[in-house]
């Protein structure tokens, strides 16, 4: 069992950056892998970015080179650093975990309750 907790979400201009951050409670947190996924009103959710348990990385092509997922298994959090940030990133940011990992929302069974993302023009 693994619960998620975002935070770090707000309103930004655009061009600037936020750090999000996921804490997972439970045991075994460094076997898991890790993924970032956001959802627009109206829209479906999509993956932004995964890290597996050994740290391989895995981008959508929209933030690749704009976000940074990254992962303290130390401290059971993992992070997406948002830089250079538009108008189009605005969403609901999700954290998952689960044994497996992929770009699809079913790969993962563990979900936290999101934090909003909001970037104006």
């Known amino acids: 069992q693994v619960q998620l907790a975002e935070s770090g979400g707000g309103s930004v201009q655009a061009g600037g950056s936020l750090k999000l951050s996921c804490a997972a409670s439970?045991?075994?947190?460094?076997?898991?892998?890790m993924g970032w996924f956001r959802q627009a009103p109206g829209k479906e959710r999509e993956f932004v970015a995964a890290?597996?348990?050994?740290?391989?990385?895995y981008y959508a092509d929209s933030v690749k080179g704009r976000f940074t997922i990254s992962r303290d298994n130390a401290k059971s959090t993992v992070y997406l650093q948002m830089n250079s940030l538009k108008p189009e990133d605005t969403a609901t940011y999700y954290c998952?975990?689960?044994?497996?990992?992929?770009?699809?929302?079913?790969?993962?069974?563990?979900w936290g309750q999101g934090t909003q993302v909001t970037v104006s023009s």
């Open positions: 998952a975990a689960d044994n497996r990992i992929g770009a699809r929302r079913n790969d993962y069974y563990y």
């Open positions: 439970g045991r075994s947190f460094s076997t898991y892998n």
């Open positions: 890290i597996s348990w050994s740290s391989t990385i």
